[in-house]
């Protein structure tokens, strides 16, 4: 009211220009997009990057076992390996936000104190994860630089979490940082223990 503008200026921006932003990681789109839209596709989209991540770790399963016989065809139909790669990216995904969520309740417990405070954050890191889609096109365009292109997507994903956690928390940015550092530890964990028990992983 007092300087007679609006406070978040993306209200009268257009929806490109504001995802263009949010590509950028700019934290002012951030809060845009989780405070001031009625965006509910966090689940779906989870999944669907779940199911990118699966799909990514199964064609490097199937290249490892590489079978020229046309009636493999069928067999891949009917692939259970798929099933098994989404339940462990699925596993990985949640004890990497349990990682954070657990970092974050342990700090700073004031800031998750209610059940909404808790809920803003899980879709707020969900949103953020949406660099994961970047998984498929980096699969289809196969090159010689297909794993540094996968580092950099996962880079991206970590840097968009941050800026998540920056903005639905209102924290500097070494308290994201830290909470994903123990995310990724955590998360790395469940791989090992995988490993350890002789899936691939």
Known sequence: KSCQKP?????????????INAVLCKAQAYRHI????????HGKLCIFCLLCEAYLRWLQLQDSSQNTDPD?????????????????????????????????????????KTKSDFILLLKALLLSSYGKLLLIPAVIWEHDYTPLCLAFIKV?????NSQAIRVTLNVNRMLPWLAIIFGLILENGVVCLFQKMGWDV
């Open 156 to 160: 991206f994903v970590l840097i968009s």
């Open 72 to 112: 493999d065809l069928i067999r891949y139909a009917k692939e259970w390996d798929f099933y098994r790669m989404f339940g462990i990216a699925s596993l990985e995904q949640t004890s990497f936000l349990l990682g954070i969520f657990i970092t974050l309740w342990w700090m700073r417990p004031e800031m998750l």
């Open 34 to 41: 989780l405070f001031n839209t009625k965006i509910n596709i």
């Open 7 to 19: 406070v978040d200026k993306y209200i009268e921006y257009d929806p490109v220009i504001i995802l």
